[in-house]
């Protein structure tokens, strides 16, 4: 199990942070021929590129965080989708997962202020005690992003309207926790 893409978004649905951390390999058979062109894809942004303080990510991602959207405001709307915020303690931000596309998992965690994480990952044939422990490892990657998106608004240079995430500090550990998920098979 890999995380492919984040996404922290905003009580207003607002994208603060886009993050594609593996380009789609295999995407196409061949990948100089897109929709019947002989060009090749264009290759990703490199990390340090922004786009309004935004990092970019591929037109998939960006669907299946809007895919991830409508679900949790499914599950967040009146009865009887609601269930997942009466759960106690730090269970409750954890909203678990939100649906499957394709060879992708959509995950997602919301703060007390709203603001939503969405962690996408690949897709592999679990058995039932190792998808709950991937899950519980999920679960802790996302805590610790949040954690580390609390520490990026508590920078006493950052303007109090902004809540969008341009920190070299965030992205170097934000990247530090991923390749520790990644190579660890999700054990944080």
């Not at 492919?4 to 942070?17: C, F, R």
């Not at 962690?119 to 679960?139: F, H, M, P, R, T």
Request: glycine residues 6%; negative net charge.
């Amino acid at each position: 199990m890999a995380a492919v893409s984040l996404a922290i978004v905003g009580k207003s649905n607002q994208p603060l942070y886009l993050r594609e951390f593996v380009p789609e390999v295999g995407a196409f058979p061949d990948e100089s021929v897109l929709f019947g062109l002989s060009q090749s894809l264009p290759p990703l942004p490199p990390p340090s590129t922004f786009r309004n303080g935004i990092f970019q990510c591929s037109l998939k991602q960006e669907f299946l965080l809007h895919a991830a959207l409508d679900r949790f405001e499914e599950l967040s709307g009146p009865p009887p989708g609601y269930g997942w915020r009466n759960r106690p303690g730090a269970d409750g931000m954890f909203m678990g997962l939100l649906g499957v596309v394709d060879e992708l998992r959509i995950y997602g965690y919301c703060t007390t202020t709203k603001i939503k994480f969405f962690l996408i990952v690949d897709d592999e044939a679990l058995s039932k005690q190792q998808q709950k422990n991937a899950d519980e490892d999920i679960k802790n990657l996302l805590k610790s992003l949040h954690q580390l998106y609390v520490e990026d608004l508590l920078n006493p240079f950052k303007s109090l309207d902004d809540l969008t995430v341009l920190s070299k500090r965030f992205e170097a550990q934000l990247m530090n926790y991923i390749a520790a998920f990644n190579q660890s098979e999700g054990m944080i």
